[in-house]
């Protein structure tokens, strides 16, 4: 299986600061001949379930704002919110869908200091 | 508007059984594969199961496999998970999410149904 490891666990950053996620999997989810990443990114607000943001590591969802960015290839990921809003407190997952099982990262809390 | 509603968890003692239902509207149900992806309550997202269009594929995390299995009724736009053999680590808000192909591999997952608690205990 293909473990997810996001790091930090949580983070507080100030309102209009930048919050940085990573992500890192155990084992390359880029597909060589397509030269696609098989990662995707969610956020989950409290009480809600979990709601697409990008796909293909970059590829941002519709109606996902442009303060976030994804990026990475291989084994590294990195989610950036470029300025943090108050509706961005959330927790941020990242998926891997380049094999079976399909597998989630722990999870970063993303919360205002 | 995609809509997926989630039903059908409850209470249930070790050992016993219980189905989820996963009703879907807004789209072309049978063009796409389905799964369902659990929270244990305050922890993070596991995937559970899947289910291709045709249900020609079918598969499980091993956390469930022979104890779980997913179902679906393409006439009724309607996903299941019929859950035997319940454990206490089964404890989990259920969720029922949209594949974007009609394959199990390769998911990601939008939307997702709010949910459905299901609690094993005595």
């Known amino acids: 299986d293909i473990v997810m490891t996001q790091s930090p666990d949580s983070l507080a950053v100030s309102l209009g600061e930048r919050a940085t996620i990573n992500c890192k999997s155990s084992q390359n989810v880029l597909y060589s001949s397509s030269n696609k990443n098989y990662l995707a990114w969610y956020q989950q607000k409290p009480g809600q379930p979990p709601k697409l943001l990008f796909t293909?590591?970059?590829t941002r969802e519709s109606g996902v704002p442009d303060r976030f960015s994804g990026s990475g290839s291989g084994t590294d990921f990195t989610l950036t919110i470029s300025s943090l809003q108050a509706e961005d407190v959330a927790v941020y997952y990242c998926?891997?869908?380049?094999?079976?099982?399909?597998?989630f990262g722990g999870g970063t809390k993303v919360e205002i200091k | 508007e995609v809509q997926l509603v989630v039903s059908g968890g409850g209470l249930v003692q070790p050992g016993r059984s219980l189905r989820l239902s996963c009703k879907a509207s807004g789209f072309a149900f049978d063009d796409y594969s389905m799964h369902w992806v659990r929270q244990a309550p305050g922890k993070g997202l596991e995937w559970v199961s899947g289910i291709s269009w045709n249900t020609d594929d079918i598969d499980y995390a091993d956390s469930v496999k022979g104890r779980f299995t997913i179902s679906r009724d393409n006439g009724k736009n309607s996903l299941y998970l019929q859950m035997n053999s319940l454990r206490p680590e089964d404890t989990a808000l259920y969720y029922c999410?949209?594949?974007?192909?009609?394959?199990?591999?390769?998911?990601?997952?939008?939307?997702w149904g709010q949910g459905t608690l299901v609690t094993v205990s005595s």
């Open positions: 293909w590591a970059s």
């Open positions: 998926q891997q869908y380049y094999s079976m099982p399909l597998t």
């Open positions: 999410a949209k594949g974007p192909l009609t394959t199990v591999t390769s998911s990601w997952f939008a939307p």
